[in-house]
């Protein structure tokens, strides 16, 4: 079955910025997709088309982005009569209409909203469930695995207004035994450190961020870590329920150094510190704190002090704006040892075809990898669907509140029901850990 129309629209984010929507029609039926956006991001992402006039939606417009899928590739699919079921053929024949490198003349946005459209469509023409059609095209086998996630829920860098500078501090309840459980635990002990919070730092702490995270006034890492601690704790999940942090370092990199004071337009010059310093830094709070987990610990392009602290961490250090979802970054990573985790996001490469290869060369190496939202989200939940196909036993989609965040938990939990007796719950089975590959992986 081929795609008979398709047409997209500018819709809105979680952050009420716009946004590129897709709908594919095939005689089946009409298949809708929705394109993230993230705030921090990698100089090395594929391109989202911006319309660039300040009069009009403060520059952020994406009305080029949503010509060129009514003007340009759809009219082009539907003469092509490719088939919905050829995710890669239609991914491959999306990428040579483009033409660039990064996807720069469509547009990485336009590309993905019509990717992801014909990968629903593809599923329904099987009449399988999204997760199943994508685990087909991965070649994954069943038994399922339901991943870990990874609860966004304290916010510093770029998504904050306080001083913190690293971005994300997330909860992992590892210790589950099911993704219901996991969710039970991840929430509970959100709720508690709102508690913990508000005592400490008064009601207006506990605003949420754009992920659903808290950002308290804290000084530092060490006080955000000690507030994830004593909320576990108060939980009653001491133990089940580990640490991950997004550093996002690359917004702190000036000049060869990193400014752990870059929100203070006065920061001091004689104080910003080393690759070698914030190695240092990471060893000790590893050592202080159950932390499994730290994404981008430094600049995207500091490829010395990467490989010197993986070397050297014995815990999953995952390539976020290092990697950017790409092949070729993520070969180099591999030869220069970089890494042994890579953040899988979608609209940092633009097709579906291009992330399950991704993923798959990462895992190729030993590496764990997690599926990930961006800061600004849709309703949209086939990372959902993408990260039960993989297998990869790890995803990370923010805090458990904000309706955007919730959804993808919500058809993670319908996933489990679907695939009872035929699936696993991830654990700590989906994280690498030094030179020791995820335990999924060596099934």
């Known amino acids: 079955m081929s795609v008979s129309k398709v047409h997209a629209r500018q819709i809105f984010d979680s952050r009420g910025n716009p946004t590129v929507e897709v709908e594919v029609y095939t005689t089946k039926g009409r298949y809708r997709a929705a394109v993230p956006s993230g705030a921090s991001t990698g100089i090395h992402e594929a391109v989202e088309l911006r319309d660039g006039d300040k009069s009009n939606y403060l520059g952020k417009g994406v009305s080029k982005a949503v010509a060129n899928v009514n003007n340009v590739i759809g009219p082009e699919l539907i003469k092509s009569g490719l088939k919905v079921t050829s995710q890669k053929d239609i991914d491959d024949f999306l990428l040579k209409l483009d033409g660039t490198a990064n996807k720069g003349k469509l547009g990485a946005n336009a590309i993905l909203g019509v990717s992801i459209a014909v990968a629903e469509a593809g599923a329904a023409e099987k009449g399988v469930p999204l997760y199943q059609h994508l685990a087909d095209l991965a070649g994954v086998k069943p038994p399922f695995v339901l991943p870990t996630p990874a609860f966004n829920v304290i916010n510093g860098g770029s998504h904050a207004g306080n001083k913190l500078a690293f971005q ?48 308290p006034n804290v000084s530092g890492a060490e006080e955000s870590l000690e507030l994830l601690i004593e909320a576990i704790a108060k939980a009653g999940y001491e133990g089940k329920i580990k640490i991950a942090l997004d550093v996002a370092s690359s917004e702190f990199y000036k000049e060869g150094k990193y400014d752990l004071d870059f929100k203070n337009p006065n920061s001091d010059p004689s104080k910003w510190i080393s690759g070698q310093e914030l190695a240092d830094i990471y060893l000790g709070l590893i050592k202080k704190y159950p932390i499994v987990s730290i994404e981008d610990p430094f600049d995207q392009d500091d490829w010395e002090a990467w490989s010197h602290f993986t070397k050297n961490s014995g815990i999953q250090i995952v390539g976020d704006d290092l990697t950017v979802t790409n092949p070729i970054r993520i070969k180099t990573a591999i030869e220069k040892k970089a890494c042994n985790g ?102």
């Open 168 to 215: 994300e501090f997330m909860l992992l309840p590892t210790g589950a035994t099911s993704f219901t459980e996991a969710m039970k635990m991840g929430t509970e002990t959100y709720h508690t450190l709102k508690k913990v919070i508000n005592a400490k730092y008064g009601i207006d702490a506990t605003n949420v961020g754009d992920e659903g995270g808290f950002a």
């Open 342 to 443: 890579l953040l899988l996001k979608v609209n940092q490469i633009g097709t579906i075809s291009e992330s399950i290869q991704a993923a798959q060369l990462s895992q190729s190496d030993g590496w764990g990898v997690m599926i990930s939202h961006r800061s600004g989200e849709t309703e949209n939940t086939i990372i959902a669907d993408l990260v039960v196909a993989l297998g990869t036993g790890q995803i990370k989609t923010g805090a458990p509140a904000r309706s955007e965040r919730v959804a993808k938990y919500n058809a993670l939990l319908r996933i489990e029901e679907e695939v009872e007796g035929k699936s696993s719950y991830a654990g700590d089975k989906g994280l690498s850990a030094g030179t020791t590959a995820p335990a999924l992986h060596r099934r």
